[in-house]
């Protein structure tokens, strides 16, 4: 069965920085587009933050564009996703997705950047 298991997430500064992983398990990883989304304490909605094509090409949202890199290692099976510049506003927690026919989701990583 499909695994995605988050980790990386924690405590940091505003203008801090913080590597998030997820591992994935169960289908043929380097066939498929993966992506980070994120939830922000009393919002409903995830919004996706960042997405990696099989075939390495990146999309971000505006809100973290130039600050936060993703990238991905088929060999290991792993995405990750670099936040530098960290803001009060990235505060939220992190999940790992990807979308066969229907969405899996990880268990997710909480991210808190507050002085």
């Known amino acids: 069965q499909v695994q995605l298991v988050e980790s990386g997430g924690g405590l940091v500064q505003p203008g801090g920085s913080l590597r998030l992983s997820c591992a994935a398990s169960?289908?043929?990883?380097?066939?498929?587009?993966m992506m980070w989304y994120r939830q922000a304490p009393g919002k409903q909605q995830r919004e996706m933050v960042a997405?990696?094509?099989?075939?390495?090409?990146?999309t971000y949202s505006d809100s973290v564009k130039g600050r936060f890199t993703i990238s991905r290692d088929n060999a290991k099976r792993t995405i990750n996703l670099q936040m530098n510049s960290l803001r009060p506003e990235d505060t939220a927690v992190y999940y790992c997705?990807?979308?066969?026919?229907?969405?899996?989701w990880g268990q997710g990583t909480q991210v808190t950047v507050s002085s």
């Open positions: 997705n990807v979308r066969s026919v229907v969405d899996y």
């Open positions: 169960g289908f043929t990883f380097s066939s498929y587009d």
């Open positions: 997405r990696i094509t099989r075939t390495y090409g990146q």
